[in-house]
């Protein structure tokens, strides 16, 4: 059997939903008393608009100058020389008090030649309801970058654009302008199913995950890990719960994740939220055998760190159904000497590693869609005999 891991793999979860209450009024006739009913806080009740207008305006000369209305891909942007496609959406949104403005989109990969890493400044402008050429160099206000990795074929986006949106509608406008442009000369991307949801978020449609790193520690006190939670999108904020003191957490009871690149968070603002360090509490001393079982291997363990709970922008928190584990192995293990074969793949005598970020061993768990796993075995079967039959995928940060 034959294993594999993967650097910049989120393991995926399933979010079981635990939404405020929505406090329905309960007046009821009393034909005996009057009684006085106490007012509770109540949400306002969420909308989520589609699109009025969407499509592409195209640059031809790259002059600054928009000059038609893209008619072959609805939702092109792209950027190069000596052309440019903006992406447009443009919603008309009710007269409700704008509290909230969620924006949700798709981008997906037209050509999958070309740059790997895509990025596209998104935008909200007043707008007319219609689709134009002055949507190409409308004012409005940055509200987010969206970067697309091509090999995933296609991602999900969520921005809060609260303060774009009520400045728009604060000068009188109900029509919302949505604009993705390239924020560099880049191959393309199609923007595609955007909603606007008013005072409240709508379903996540995208993967959120968790991945711990390192996806294992030593258990010797010293060595450390990260718990790293993949929102997917803006939110309020990420905690986690920590589970006893098997570990040495950086808190009790619930710790606050953090975005802002500091801390040891990677990249600020990219929605993946960062815990500090946990260590292994030598205090315990580790089980002889894995899970117990005098029949399994020592010198290694997993232990659940905690539970993930996620806030949406509207206050609606969510918890992961699986808890995040972290792999303990001990210190007396001798270290499998590993042979690199090729920039992607190194071996041990019962491990083959693979570095990819496509995200497949996890995705395949998911979606039967758009499978591409084959990415993955090419590697192996690049640098090793075709003796293998099946293989396990397991994704991982070691050895990264
Ligand atoms: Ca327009
Ligand atoms: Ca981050």
């Not at 978020?201 to 450390?224: F, H, N, P, Q």
Request: with cysteine; proline share 3%.
């Amino acid at each position: 059997m034959k294993l594999g891991w993967k650097s910049g793999v989120f393991k995926v979860w399933d979010c079981v939903g635990r939404r405020e209450r929505r406090v329905a009024s309960r007046r009821r006739w009393q034909p005996h008393r009057q009684t006085v009913e106490i007012l509770e806080a109540r949400a306002l009740l969420a909308t989520t608009y589609q699109a009025v207008a969407s499509g592409s305006i195209k640059d031809l000369a790259r002059d600054g100058t928009p000059d038609s209305i893209e008619t072959v891909h609805t939702g092109l942007v792209n950027r190069s020389a000596s052309a440019e496609n903006r992406a447009i959406a443009e919603f008309s949104i009710g007269g409700e008090a704008v509290n909230l403005a969620v924006l949700d989109f798709t981008v997906g990969v037209l050509n999958a030649a070309g740059n790997q890493t895509r990025q596209f400044d998104v935008y909200i402008y007043g707008g007319d309801g219609q689709l134009s050429l002055g949507d190409f160099n409308a004012s409005g206000s940055l509200v987010g970058m969206a970067t697309l990795e091509v090999p995933l074929g296609y991602d999900n986006y969520r921005l809060d654009v609260t303060s774009a949106v009520q400045q728009v509608v604060g000068s009188g406008n109900s029509k919302v302008g949505v604009r993705l442009a390239s924020h560099d000369d880049t191959f393309p991307g199609v923007l595609s199913n955007p909603t606007l949801t008013i005072n409240g978020v709508a379903t996540w449609r995208g993967l959120r995950g968790w991945e711990t790193t390192k996806s294992a520690i030593l258990a010797d006190g010293s060595d450390s890990f990260r718990l790293e939670v993949d929102a997917g999108g803006a939110v309020n904020s990420v905690e986690l719960d920590v589970f006893g003191t098997r570990l040495i957490a950086p808190g009790t009871g619930r710790i606050t994740l953090r975005d802002d690149g500091l801390g040891g968070d990677r990249v600020a603002g990219d929605y993946v939220f960062t815990s500090d360090e946990f260590r292994y509490n030598t205090a315990y001393p580790m089980s002889s055998f894995y899970g117990g079982t005098a029949t399994s291997v020592a010198g290694i363990e997993s232990i659940a760190i905690g539970t993930i709970y996620l806030t949406e922008l509207d206050g609606t928190e969510v918890q992961t159904r699986h808890v995040p584990e972290v792999g303990i192995v001990s210190p007396s293990l001798s270290v499998a000497a590993a042979t690199q074969l090729s920039s992607k793949v190194q071996v041990t005598p019962h491990l083959v590693n693979i570095n990819s970020a496509i995200s497949e061993s996890q995705s395949m768990l998911r979606q039967m869609q758009q499978l591409r796993i084959s990415e993955l075995t090419n590697q192996v079967y690049s640098v090793l005999p075709d003796e293998f039959d099946f293989l396990t995928f397991l994704s991982s940060t070691l050895g990264s």
